[in-house]
């Protein structure tokens, strides 16, 4: 991040929605746009140029979706890639699951009120992963949805110790820090404490690749 704050890129085909977003972002004093891009293609040539903090990126555009071009960005040659906040409707379901295993840390809504916007970028660019419940719940409905298998805990996750590998049950299943705090009984800095912990033993970079890895080491179970 800069002594400006946090620099952006916009990705969307449509430009009234993208020049919008833009314009809101780049009225925040902590927030810089300092590009846009109206697919993939341009979105992973634009973020290899101007090394953005963060890229809000459109999933269904022509040429190269957002799904390919995050995959571009974060396994590109970047030594501090960006962070990508995809923006999705309730109709993508079926994108969730792709989206975090692409490396994006949050998703948004197209249709979410503009100060979550803002909120949701500042989160993501601060090293948070953005995963609404309501994401969360999906995620796991996709993971009910594919055959059972019964896998063995993966050799990684017996680094953590029991308390750590309660708390990242507890973000798979969807808890923010303050609702793990809660069940656990214990004051949520310590909760935050546990979750660096976590993300740095497992060589995570946020919660979104904490749940997915959760669920595919069978951690935590659909409906458990």
Same mark, same amino acid.
């Given at each position: ?13 449509? =430009? ?18 300092? $590009? ?39 396994? $590109? ?42 909120? =949701? ?70 909760? &935050? ?6 993300? =740095? &033993? ?23």
């Amino acid at each position: 991040m800069s002594d400006n704050g946090v620099r952006l890129v916009v990705v969307d085909d449509q =430009a009234m929605v993208r020049q919008g977003f833009a314009a809101l972002l780049d009225a925040q004093p902590d927030l810089s746009v300092v $590009g846009q891009a109206s697919n993939g293609a341009e979105a992973v040539a634009l973020a290899r140029r101007v090394r953005p903090d963060v890229v809000l990126m459109d999933v269904r555009m022509p040429v190269m979706d957002g799904l390919e071009a995050t995959r571009q960005i974060l396994d $590109g040659p970047a030594e501090r890639p960006p962070r990508v906040l995809m923006l999705t409707t309730f109709d993508l379901d079926d994108y969730v699951y792709a989206a975090l295993r692409a490396g994006a840390s949050g998703f948004l809504l197209k249709d979410a009120p503009m100060a979550d916007l803002v909120q =949701a970028v500042r989160v993501v660019a601060a090293g948070e992963a953005l995963l609404a419940p309501s994401v969360t719940r999906r995620l796991i409905a996709d993971f009910a949805r594919r055959p059972a298998t019964h896998r063995a805990r993966p050799e990684r996750l017996r680094v953590l110790t029991p308390r750590e590998s309660e708390v990242l049950t507890l973000i798979a299943r969807g808890l923010s820090n303050g609702e793990i705090a809660a069940a656990l009984v214990v004051a949520e800095q310590t909760v &935050k404490t546990h979750v660096g912990r976590i993300l =740095a &033993k497992l060589d995570l970079r946020d919660r979104a690749q904490a749940v997915v890895l959760a669920y595919e080491a069978g951690l935590v179970e659909p409906g458990n």
